[in-house]
């Protein structure tokens, strides 16, 4: 099972995508699902809230073959779009699905993968079916820049209206509203329509193969386990998990006997400081959601890294505090209950 595609062709199915992979919590949604049908070399990936498919038409040679279809995970991507940038654009790849490998074959040197074919893809052709076969006749169907779409990344959610062919999209937002002009000049629709029917009857034989049920309750669209870190870079998930960690501590110190003090203390401070870190973050958001975003990444970072020891010191060291007393009166008091307990 193999297709051959240049290594300009791979690299812009690559990079369309690249930007929608799934975390690694989710495993199965952590990397570019390369899909190959009887016309068409397929790029497709997701992170649950978004969803991105680029196709590649194969030449006649390759449209013989069965289809089939392998992940490349996440940690490999690098790797395998440097790989690319050392050759010309026209140079060939030949890209061959083994059982537990994908092997790209190139003009000078080739590259193999370990892939898991156990993980379950979600119907990314009958999700995005369903979708395009709910679009009602008339809907209206203007272009726009990619590129301008990308300004109104305002840190923040953003609700959308559509006005009509020839007039502008509309985003909203708290306390923002903005526009965005559509294109005019022909030739830039899809596949030079300038209708959805259009549009829609050029994926007819890529949607006709997804199943006309499926939709976002895929399992692998859920949630993923996050026990090798189990902070997130969401604002809101952070948000979610501070409050649900504050409620959580607070049943736990309900149900706890007075004959145990350091479990109940332990369920009290851990209560408190949620609460307080929500409330930290939740003024900070209010008044500047860009930093508040980017507190929430950075403090991500640190967590993943480990040092929260080190951080902490230095970061109390820096504030002008005195970290190393608190370690020494920390010792004495341990001490101090160490000989009481004797």
């Not at 193999?2 to 690299?11: D, E, F, G, K, R």
């Not at 497709?44 to 590649?56: E, G, P």
């Not at 030449?59 to 995970?73: C, F, G, L, V």
């Not at 209206?140 to 590129?147: I, K, L, M």
Request: hydrophobic share 40%.
């Amino acid at each position: 099972m193999s297709v051959t595609i240049n290594a300009h062709q791979l690299q812009l199915l690559l990079d369309k995508t690249a930007n929608h992979m799934g975390s690694e919590y989710n495993e199965a949604l952590h990397g570019i699902r390369l899909d190959v049908d009887a016309k068409y070399l397929y790029a497709v990936a997701s992170d649950r809230y978004t969803i991105a498919v680029a196709r590649y038409q194969l030449s006649h040679d390759d449209e013989q073959q069965e289809p089939w279809a392998r992940t490349i995970p996440g940690e490999h991507f690098r790797s395998i779009r440097e790989w690319i940038d050392t050759m010309k654009g026209a140079g060939l790849i030949t890209i061959s699905a083994a059982k537990d490998r994908l092997v790209f074959e190139g003009p000078q040197s080739d590259l193999s993968i370990t892939v898991n074919t156990d993980l379950e893809f979600p119907d990314w052709r009958g999700v995005l079916r369903k979708q395009v076969e709910a679009a009602t006749d008339g809907t209206a169907f203007p272009a726009f820049d990619s590129g301008f779409l990308a300004r109104f990344n305002t840190g923040t959610f953003l609700h959308a209206r559509l006005t009509g062919n020839d007039r502008p999209l509309l985003v909203f937002a708290d306390d923002f509203l903005g526009a965005q002009m559509p294109m005019r000049h022909a030739g830039i629709y899809p596949c030079k329509e300038a209708s959805f029917d259009g549009a829609h009857r050029s994926w007819l034989w890529t949607l006709a193969a997804g199943s006309k049920d499926a939709d976002l309750s895929d399992p692998a669209f859920a949630d993923g386990d996050r026990s090798r870190y189990e902070v997130t870079i969401d604002i809101r998930e952070t948000g979610e998990s501070l409050l649900d960690t504050a409620l959580r501590s607070v049943w736990e110190m309900s149900g706890k006997s007075k004959d145990k003090p350091d479990e109940f203390l332990a369920h009290c401070l851990a209560a408190t400081h949620a609460w307080m870190a929500y409330r930290y973050l939740d003024a900070l958001y209010n008044a500047d959601p860009r930093a508040a975003q980017a507190v929430v990444a950075e403090t991500a970072g640190d967590l993943e890294d480990g040092e929260i020891g080190e951080f902490a010191w230095e970061a109390a060291e820096k504030a002008g505090f005195a970290p190393q007393k608190w370690h020494d009166d920390y010792e004495a008091r341990k001490a101090e209950r160490a000989a009481d307990a004797a």
